[in-house]
T-cell receptor
């Protein structure tokens, strides 16, 4: 149980295009999901907290107009990187907190974004 | 400010050696503590967690961790490591209410030599 999927696993795009990444909780409902960036050989940096039915909460320094988050259902959150640039290339990871309690996040496998 | 620190950034051990990875936290209020493991090319997996009760927590794959409140520590241990334990290990803390967002440590890269 407690499986989180992400799609796509890899994406390569041209500078200036937008990319959407999906995060799904497969066997549980998640009112709250989280989006992270992980740079090579570094820890995870929380970008934003995604709340079902309400606006996402962004961490300091994260541009909300660049990283659009939509959490339209209890099992799906999407992150759209708008007008992507090479500096947005990174590994994006989502996690989901199970609504059944147990204050635990379950992580997706990540999405490798490369912007040319 | 809330923070989690992991002192060992890189650890190299031979198989069968004992492992202890340090984790200290700075948090106001009650915390929940976690250890996650990230094997090469894979996603983060939960090793174990501490919410309350017995401060010695047993997790998967033979790992355990001890919560020492007086030292603000939650060190990860394994009596005898295997080559397959080669991975990156992350300690994380979160408040027991509110946003539930994690604060991660910087991670410890463990390499086990066969």
């Amino acid at each position: 149980g407690a499986v989180v999927s992400q799609h796509p696993s890899r994406v390569i795009c041209k500078s200036g295009t937008s990319v959407k990444i999906e995060c799904r909780s497969l066997d549980f409902q998640a009112t709250t999901m989280f989006w992270y960036r992980q740079f090579p050989k570094q820890s995870l940096m929380l970008m934003a907290t995604s709340n079902e039915g309400s606006k996402a909460t962004y961490e300091q320094g994260v541009e909300k107009d660049k990283f659009l988050i939509n959490h339209a259902s209890l099992t799906l959150s999407t992150l759209t990187v708008t007008s992507a640039h090479p500096e947005d290339s990174s590994f994006y990871i989502c996690s989901a907190r199970d609504n059944r309690g147990a204050n635990t996040q379950y992580f997706g496998p990540g999405t490798r974004l490369t912007v040319l | 400010a809330q923070s989690v620190s992991q002192h060992n950034h890189h650890v190299i051990l031979s198989e069968a050696a004992s492992l202890e990875l340090g984790c200290n936290y700075s948090y106001g209020g009650t915390v929940n503590l976690f250890w996650y493991v990230q094997y090469p090319g894979q996603h983060l997996q939960l090793l174990l967690k501490y919410f309350s009760g017995d401060p010695l927590v047993k997790g998967i794959k033979g790992f355990e961790a001890e919560f020492i409140k007086s030292k603000f520590s939650f060190n990860l241990r394994k009596p005898s490591v295997q080559w397959s334990d080669t991975a990156e290990y992350f300690c994380a803390a979160t408040a027991t209410s509110g946003t539930y967002k994690y604060i991660f440590g910087t991670g410890t890269r463990l390499k086990v030599l066969a």
